[in-house]
Structures are given as structure tokens and as C-alpha cells.
């Protein structure tokens, strides 16, 4: 019997965008995801791209306006939506939409009273990707894993702590070091507690000045973004590869801002360079 | 000074997303729309594709999910997606989703207590027209028209009754024939009254009937759409074309809904529909 439950599967492009929930151990929540499943031959088994969102995003914003879907039928990729934190009347939340609910930021955390549930690193890492295997026709030897601001954040953390399993990773405007932005002080001082020594896993330019690889990395990021001075600093990022020749294409684009009008303008961008390293 | 407010405005796709407001003397109240407008040359004029939207939607519908803006982009086209009806506290309303709010049916509304407000028709035949043209870069000489479901009746009913106006039509899943399904009995009944001769100027079969002529229609239609044996009824369509020998494609689309993911699926080929024609 399968794990999961069948929200909704509506036909597009050819192949089917479901939306699908499951009983979470990690969370001990229902979680919900959505998966684009390009039209296949039986039997097939298509690449991977998983896309992780930003605050205040379930799995529906992207699937709704990423526009990832004509591109990834072409190119036969597997889209998989996670949503960015358990959710419920029973777990904890913030009323600020940068902590809590909304706003998991891919840790696992430690602190109360966030530890019970608030686990999306293990989430993302081992829990769904073992259900994602089970469930879809998915080649889990081709995965690649991208994502906006928060998300982009949590795409690059978690491909740098595992290099062997992650092709190809990219990422929209991302939060490139919470140890140096306000977002992240107030998340993983939140979760983790106040030992900053405990931050360097869940921080991309950390990971890398402490050894983590990867094989190269690409970000579009629009110069009207208001969160890009004081939250996102992508020049940190920039430094951090250079110091160790980390390839990395950094698309500044002039005139745009933070939301998925930006997202969507480059996607295509984005998922041919997934597909190229798949 | 412009009567236009800027609610909002995204760089996307090289081009400009906006949403706008004014207050309108058609409908008595402030209505809102939305307006892509390509990347183009100083002093270009583009042609205009208007889109309307079904039962429930508001601008937003179609430009968060429609996908329209990659192709309208390398096109040249100027995409303008008006409200549904008019809205307020002030504004009559049903309860149900398919009267009132929402629900406006692209109708100058007789009877009350809609006649005030409800005017769709004249405000998209001329009041929003008259705008678009003082305030966007637009060639008025080149329009084309298209939308969905309530949408696609409105599309078509429009075109059929401005033939001078319009040189492109075409829709995703429209309603053919109010006058011969249960969405249409209640909403002509309500914002006209009992008298069916006064509804057949908002019914495209009727309007070929009685005489209207238009050059080609274009028409995608999922097989799997729940509304297509009680509402949609195309074949009425296909009858009452081939009566008078007006070119219409009909693309029945196996396993297709009633959703905005069939809607983007078929976007680009509308587009080039449009395009090829204005």
C-alpha cells in the first residue's frame, strides 16, 4: 500500500502535476509536496530536479507561477515541490513569516520548541527522496536541486553537504550565508540556539571556506531585489568560490526583483543547465 | 494626468507586468486589470490581445498561471486581462460563485439589483478600450480577443458583435450557448430577466444564428474537463459553424481539465493563433 495520499493530479504539458501527501516521521506532520512527472515511456526512469522555496511558500507558488513545466516535458525532468516547513495547528509557530511555519529553512533544528518538528534538512535529505524513489519513476542516480532565496539557500547547503548525490545545483536569489544577514541570525539562532559554531552547516559560504565542494554553481539574481543589500549579498558568495575555484555564474539582472516574475523569466535558463549536468 | 493607478509593476520576460486601477463610470466602481507590455522601441505601437477570464477569477488568475508572457514577449503582443465584475461592499452579490461577484458574464445587465453596476460589456467594448489607448503603447488597429470558459463566452460574443474591432478570436473551453446550459440560464435570467430574445445577443451560437460573422475561431477543449456535457456543449458550436461555413478548429484534448494547467499547455499555440493574424 503506498505511503502516499493523492491531493490533486491535473494533466499539462503532456505529463501530470500532482500534488500528493504522506505522514511525515521526521516532522511528525502530514506534509504535502507537488511532483511534474513529464509524459515517459514505460518503464522509463527520468532525472530529478528537486525545487526548494523561500519564505512564506508552500509547495503551490512554484507550481503555480515557476512556469517549469513545457521546459521540464521537453527535456523529461521530474520536478519535485517540497513545502518549506511542517505546518498545522499542532506545531509550533512565529507570528513574523521569517520563523516558524513558512519558514523551516532546511535545518534540522535544535532549540525548543522547535526540535520536535521542525526537521526539514532530514526531511529533505533522506525522508523524501526515499518516498520519491518508491513512488515515481524517478532515477535517483540523476538528481540536481535548486531553488529561490530561502530555498536557494537551503539547495545549495544541502548539495554541498552531499556532493555524491547532487549532479547540477543553481539557485534564484539565494540567502548565500545566514551567519552574515538578519533572516538568518533570527532562523538559526531560533533553531540551532546561540552557538554560532553550530550555524556553519547550515551556512553555503561556510561549508565551503570548511571544505565542502562542488562543481560549479549558477544564480540569477535581479539588481531590484529588495531584499539583496541587507539579506542576500551574493558578493560573499562570489569571495567564498574564488578563494577555493569554485565555478560560479552570477547573472546580475538589471531591473529585477525578488518575486517569481523573476523566477519565471529565467527557469528555462535554469533547467537547461540542470539538464545538461543530468 | 493619467486616470490610471499603478497597483503594481514586475520587470518579466524583458518586458512589464503591471496591475492598474481606475475608478470606472461604466460599472461605478474601481476596477482593477492587468497589462503586459513587451520590451519594445520608443514610440513603437504592438498589438493588443485581450484576455477574459471565467467564473471566480480576477485579473490575477491567468497572469499568476497562465504562462502567457515568454511567448507575448517574442511576439510583440500587448496581453490586457480585465476583472471578472465589479467588486465592493457597495456592489449587489449572490452567494453562489456563478452569479454576482465574479461572475459578471460580460453582460450590460437589465434587471436589478445588477443593472447599476454589472455592465461588463460596455466596459469592455469601450470604456477599457479608451484607456488602453491613451495609456499604453498600444496599436488599437491590431486587437485580438481570447479567455476561458465564461471567459472564452465573453470572447466570443464580443468578436461576434465587433467584427471591425477584433481580427483574431479564439478560447480554451468556452461557454458556446448560455442559453442552452444551466450557467447561463441563471446568469442571463438574473442580469436580464425571463425574456429570452433579449439573450440571445449574449449567446454565440445565437449571434451566427441571427446573422453575426466572424473570420475563424480557434478552440482547445480537454476531454476531462467536468463542465463539458452540462455547460460547455462545443458541438453546439460546430453546428451552428458549419450552418454558415465559419472556419472553426476544435482540438479536443484527451484527459485535459477545466484547469489553468490545460490553459498554459495550449497558451503558445493561441498566441501564435493572434500573432499569425493582427
Known sequence: MSALKTVSENKAFGGVQGVYSH?????????TFAVFVPEHEDGARLPVLWYLSGLTCTHANVMDKGEYRRLASELGLIIICPDTSPR???????????MGQGAGFYVDATAEPWAANFRMRSYIERELPALVANEFPADMKRQGIFGHSMGGHGALTIALRNPGRFKSVSAFAPIVSPINCPWGHKALGGYLGADQSTWRDYDTCALIDDGARISDILIDQGTADQFLEEQLKPNLLV???ERVAIPLTLNMREGYDHSYFTISTFMDDHLRWHAERL
Chains 1, 2 share one sequence.
Open 23 to 31: 505522514a511525515s516521521a521526521e516532522t511528525k506532520t502530514e506534509m
Open 88 to 98: 498545522g495547528d499542532a506545531v509550533p509557530d512565529d507570528d513574523a513569516y521569517d
Open 239 to 241: 569571495a567564498a568560490c
